[in-house]
């Protein structure tokens, strides 16, 4: 396997070991909502004026989708919809007080699993740091070029 493909399949294991290791505790404490209903909360408490469309290209899902979850979230009474007084087309969202607790319980979980984790990157100098987050920022922009060049727009599908 040459170095191209360790970084790949290393990325992969991290990623599945950090969601093995965070599942149990993330479903008992949020019990009842999906891990995009989830990060649906966390996106709309986290930005300005959030709507379909910035959701939809944050969580890189469908509007139709994001339009599911946001309705189911609705029901649930965990968030709102509100518009502008100077734009009536356009519907943005905000947390309902029950949707603040959800909120905050997931983020005190990624408190706690920061914590976990603390002692690994203790250990990570600043130049490591900077190394890694440059090599991330490079790959993400070279996806996101891949992305337009196949001219797939996440909130056409």
């Known amino acids: 396997m040459n170095k191209e493909d360790q970084v ?3 990325f992969r294991d991290l990623f599945n070991k950090l969601v093995w ?5 993330m479903e008992d404490k949020l019990k009842g909502y999906k891990p995009s209903e989830v990060h649906c909360i966390e996106y709309i408490e986290k930005n300005e004026d959030p709507n379909v469309t910035k959701l939809a290209e944050s969580l890189y899902m469908t509007s139709g989708a994001i339009s599911k ?3 189911k979230l609705i029901t649930k009474g965990i968030i709102e919809s509100y518009q502008k007084p100077d734009n009536k087309k356009e519907i943005y969202f905000r947390l309902t ?3 603040k607790i959800i909120f905050n319980i997931h983020e005190e979980l990624h408190k706690e699993f920061q914590e976990r984790d603390k002692a690994v990157f203790e250990q990570v100098t600043e130049e490591q740091f900077d190394s890694m ?3 991330i920022e490079k790959y993400s922009r070279h996806l996101d070029a891949e992305i337009k060049k196949q001219g ?3 909130n056409s599908e």
């Open 8 to 10: 790949i399949a290393g």
């Open 21 to 25: 290791l965070n599942k149990d505790k």
């Open 69 to 71: 979850i946001t309705k």
């Open 97 to 99: 007080e029950q949707g």
């Open 133 to 135: 987050l440059g090599f």
């Open 152 to 154: 797939k727009d996440m």
